[in-house]
């Protein structure tokens, strides 16, 4: 049974670093094909991919937003961790961390695990 | 990077009817890297269809997509009460630029 959560601070000031964590279980970030993402959506509004990272350790960005984010794993923990630099209240949002596969190493199944999410605010 | 239009934006109908959602590509998807998703108030999104047409795991088949390169649909059949959500389309063809459509709501008429 896969599970994913989301932790961090729910509010923080403008200017400020976010990190937020994934705490995964029912599946291991070192198998080929095995990922983890990290969407968010501001209140009322679409859904934004803002970055994967593999099992591999491959790591891929949004590329409106690569400057200000890193993705690293610590497959000890179970952890994915998320940081996003220079917070403005713009990026007040529900962070989402999700599982993405690849099946036989062919079929890309996105995001069939989501974490339940985690609203952040960005104000002074 | 790929723009995903979604039509309509809202969907006013009744429990049993059939759903009909568009999702129209920028760029052609090619081999059908797109998934459709439903979101609930204050949930996460769930995963309904991968693959343009592949369920993904305990989905009804009331639920079935279809469409290649620009232009996909997804299909609910007989609605049921647990169907009206917000639904939104999701292109994973080209990485790192994975882009979401904006939405289509379904609402109870």
């Known amino acids: 049974q896969i599970t994913l959560k989301e932790s961090g601070p729910t509010l923080v000031r403008p200017t400020q670093t976010l990190t937020l964590t994934c705490s995964f279980s029912?599946?291991?970030?070192?198998?080929?094909?095995?990922?983890v993402g990290w969407i968010r959506q501001p209140p009322g509004k679409a859904l934004e991919c803002l970055a994967l990272?593999?099992?591999?350790?491959?790591?891929q960005y949004s590329p409106s937003l690569k400057s200000r984010l890193t993705v690293t794993k610590d497959t000890s923990k179970n952890q994915v961790i998320l940081t996003m630099t220079n917070m403005d209240p713009l990026d007040t949002a529900t962070y989402f961390c999700?599982?993405?596969?690849?099946?036989?190493?062919?079929?890309?199944?996105?995001?069939?695990?989501w974490g339940q999410g985690i609203l952040v605010t960005v104000s002074s | 990077e790929i723009v995903l239009t979604q039509s309509p934006g809202t969907l006013s109908l009744s429990p049993g009817d059939r759903a009909t959602l568009s999702c129209r590509a920028s760029?052609?998807?090619?081999?059908?890297?797109l998934a459709w998703y439903q979101q609930k108030p204050g949930q996460a999104p769930k995963l309904l269809i991968y693959?343009?047409?592949s369920r993904a795991t305990g989905i009804p088949d009331r639920f079935s997509g279809s469409g290649y390169g620009t232009d996909f649909t997804l299909t609910i059949n007989r609605l049921a009460p647990e169907d009206f959500a917000v639904y939104y389309c999701h292109q994973y063809r080209y990485s790192p630029r994975y882009t979401f459509g904006q939405g289509t709501k379904v609402e109870i008429k």
């Open positions: 990272i593999y099992g591999d350790d491959d790591k």
């Open positions: 029912g599946f291991s970030l070192t198998t080929t094909g095995v990922g």
């Open positions: 760029e052609s998807l090619s081999s059908s890297y």
């Open positions: 693959g343009a047409s």
């Open positions: 999700a599982h993405r596969q690849t099946l036989g190493g062919l079929i890309v199944v996105p995001f069939d695990y």
